[in-house]
C-alpha cells in the first residue's frame, strides 16, 4: 500500500512540474508568435481614440468591466454571470496566495473571507454559464466539446475547492508542506486526502490545456488590433513590415502579357497606362 | 429501386456545390423591430456569388485561370500559412474566441437569415475548423470529433464560398466582442486563399481589374471621364445659370477631389456630385479632377491582397504629385474612406508634397463643415423644408475611421454638415446608428445583381429603422455618404415599398441649400 502510494506521490509531483512548464513555456511561446506576427494596417474599431492614453482607458474598461461585451443589448446574463466568474476567479487565486507565501501578507489574510464568497459565486456563476449553452439555441449551436471541457475542469476545481472549505477539510498544514517543497524542488509526498488530489488534478489539467486553447484569450486580448491601435492613421505612419518585400516580389516577378501592348502588364505603371488610353493625345 | 438509390448517390462536382442559381426574392413585411430570428439551418446555402471567368483580368490580378487547381489543397494551406504569418488579426482571432455567442445576432445577413452559418462566429468558425486540424498541435493529434475540426474537402471550401461571400465586412460583431474579434479580417484572409486557388467572384474582382487596367470602378476610359464630367458641368451651368466649372487634370490647382466614379453619372449619385463643384465655387478654391485618378472607391480592401489595394491607392497619390496640388480631398464613399484615410499614409506614404495643414487626405464632409464654420458658405435651410432627414452612418466609416481629428467626429461631422442645410433632422433608433449601425446589405464585394436575393435579406435591419423613423416623424430622405450605399438603397427602397428618391447623399442637401453670391466670411 504504502508502495502504491509512494508511486501516486510521484506521479502527483511529475504531473506538477510538468504542467507549469508547459502553462509556462506555453503561454511565453504563444505571446512569442503573436507578437512576432506583423500588423500590417491600422484596423481599430471606432470610436477609438486618437492617443495612447485614451487607447488604455478603453481597454481597461473592457478587461475591468467587459465594456464591448455590455453594449449588446441581449447579453446582460452572459455579461453578469461571466463577469461574476471572472471576478470571483481572481479573489479565489488571490485568496490561494496564502498557502505560496511565508509569511503570508496581511493583505492576503484580509481577502480570505471575500475569497471563499468569490468561490460560490464563481461556483454559480459557471453553472448559470453552463445553463446558458444549452438554453440559448444559437450558443448552444456554435459550442464545441473544447467548450464544455474547459466549464468541467473549471466546475470541477470550483466544487473540489468549497468541499475542502466546507466538507472534507485536507489538513491545510501537511497541504501546505507539499506546496512548499515542491516550490524548494525538494518535493515530498504528496497528501492523500481523495478531494485535494481531484482539485489539485484539475488544476494541472487547466494549466496544461491554457496555451492551447481559447482560455489564451487572456493574454490574446492584450494584442488584439482592433482593441489596441491608436486612431491616428493621418497623422502618425504607420509601418507595414512586409509591404517593401511583397512588392518587390510582385515587380520582380513574372507578369501576364497584356495584349493591347503585347508587353509584360504592369498595373502600377503610369507610363504603361497613358500609352494605352491616351494614343489620342500623343 | 436499388438502381434509383445508386443514382442518388452520385457525388456532386464541386462546380454544382457553388453554382450560381437564379433565386427569387420578395421583401419581408415592415414592422419596426429587428427581432433576432430563430436558427433555420441552410437558409441561405443557395445564395452563391457569381464566378468570374474573365481570364485575362483574372491572370492581371496574378490568380490562377483555369478555375479550381488540381492541386488546391496544398495550396490553399500553403496560402492560409502565408495569411497566418502576415496578419496577426488572423492568427490571433483564430486563437482566443471563446464562443460566447455576444456576436450571434449582430450580423445583418443573420437577422436577415436566420442561417447559423450568417452568426459571426459560425462564420469565423469555418475558417478555425480548418486551422484546428491543420495549424494546431491537438488539431493533428487527437481526432476531428475532440477538436471539432474539419478536413478541407470540397463540401468544406463551397462552404467558404457560400458564406465568407455573405459576409459584407462590415465589422459590427467586433463592436460587440468582448475581444475585438473583426470578422472581416478573416472574411479578407478567406477570400484571398480562395482567388489563389482559382476560386474568385466575379462582381468584385471584375471592379478591381478595372479599377488598376482602366482606371477606375466603371471601366470608363479616360474620354469617357472627361465626356462624363463635362455633360455634369454643362447641366449645373443651365440649372444655376452660373460659371460653375469641374476642371479635369489641370496642373497646379489647390486640391485634387477624387470620388467613386459611380458619381459621374449615376441616380442618386450625381446629385452629389453637383453638391461638391457647388461648395467648391462657392469657396473659391482651384480644384481638379484627374482622368488618372479616375477612382476613389478601391475595392482591394475587401481581400487581403496588399499590393492590389496599394497599386489603386497609389494612383490618387501619383496623381496629386504630378498635378502640383497641394489638397487631396475625397467625395463621399465607405470603403474608399478607409483605405484613404486609415492606410494611405502606410501603403504609398509620406505625402511631403501636400500642405500638412490639412488633414491628408481631407473628407468632403470636413471640408465643407469648416467653409460653413468659417462662414464661407451660406446655406438656406428652408429649400429643403421639404425633407426630414435621416443619417445612416456607413459602416467603413462609422467603425473604421476618425474624422477631424477626434474618436466620435465621423459621427458628429456629417450630421453637423446636415443640420446646417436642413431644419428637420432626426436619428434612427440608438442601436441602428453611429457603432452600432447596420451596414446596407451590400458592401464589400456583395452589390452585384447576383446576389440581390441576400441583399434584400441584409437591408432588412436598416429598413426597420427607417420605418421606426418614418412613422414617428414622418422622415422621407435618407442620407448617405456612401457610394454603395446610395446604389444599395436606391434599388432597397422601391423593394421595400418606398419611393427611390427618398435616398441621397448629404452633399445633395447641401446642393440644394447652398446660396450662391458675396461671401461673408473668410
Sequence with gaps: MAVLQNLFSFTLTVLAYASFAIFAAGVLYKIYILKKTPVPLKIPTTPQSTNVSGVAARMAGDVLFFKSLSKGETESALWTAGWFFHLGFFLVVLRHLRYFTNPIPSWVMLVQDLGIFAGIVMFFAILALFFRRYTNERVKHITTFADLTILIIIFLIAATGLTMKYMIRPDIVEVKAYIFSLIFLHPSKAPMNPVFILHFISVMALLIYFPFSKLIHAVGYFLSPTRNQANNPRTKRHLNPWADEAWDKMVNGPRPIDSKTNEPYQPWSQEQWRKKWLKQEN | MAETGKLEAKPVSFEDLIKWEKIKYEAPELTGKIETPCIKENASLSYKAQLYKGKDAIARLGYPTEGLIPNWKEKFLEKMDEMLKKYRSVRLFMDICVR??????????????GDPNNMPVARAELMRKIYRRYFTP????????????????????????????????CRRCSVYCPYGIDTAEITMAAREIMNSIGIVQKYMHEIVDKAQY???????IPDAVRNAIEFVETDLQEQTGLDIKIPIDQKGAEILFVTPSADFFASPHIESLYGYAKVFHQAGISWTMSTYASEGGNFGLFVHNYNNMKIINKRIWDASRELG??????????????????????????????NPKYSIPQ?????????????????DKSANDEFTVTFHDSCQVARGMEMGGTASGQYEIPRAVIKACVNKFVDMPENTIKEKTFCCGAGQGLLGDDMLPIRVKGAMPRMQAVKVVKDSHGVN??????????????????????????????????????????????
Aim: aromatic share 12%; hydrophobic share 40%.
Design chain 2, 325 to 354: 496640388v497641394k489638397r487631396v480631398v475625397g467625395g463621399e464613399c465607405g470603403h474608399m474612406w478607409r483605405v484613404l484615410s486609415s492606410y494611405s499614409n502606410t501603403l504609398n506614404g509620406p505625402f511631403d508634397w501636400l
Design chain 2, 477 to 522: 430622405f435618407l442620407a448617405l455618404i456612401c457610394a454603395i450605399c446610395k446604389a444599395q438603397m436606391s434599388k432597397m427602397f422601391p423593394t421595400y415599398g418606398y419611393p427611390m428618391e427618398e435616398v441621397g447623399g448629404i452633399h445633395q442637401l447641401v446642393s440644394r441649400a447652398i446660396v450662391f453670391g458675396a461671401k461673408e466670411g473668410i
Design chain 2, 363 to 379: 473628407h468632403i464632409c470636413e471640408f465643407t463643415l469648416d467653409l460653413i464654420n468659417k462662414g464661407a458658405l451660406k446655406l
Design chain 2, 100 to 113: 460566447c455567442g455576444a456576436c450571434t445576432n449582430k450580423c445583418h445577413y443573420y437577422l436577415g437569415t
Design chain 2, 214 to 220: 482602366i482606371g477606375n470602378n466603371l471601366g470608363m
Design chain 2, 138 to 169: 491537438q488539431g493533428k493529434l487527437l481526432g476531428k470529433k475532440l477538436t471539432n475540426s474539419e478536413d478541407l474537402t470540397e463540401e468544406m471550401l463551397a462552404l467558404w464560398y457560400t458564406y465568407f461571400y455573405q459576409c459584407s465586412e
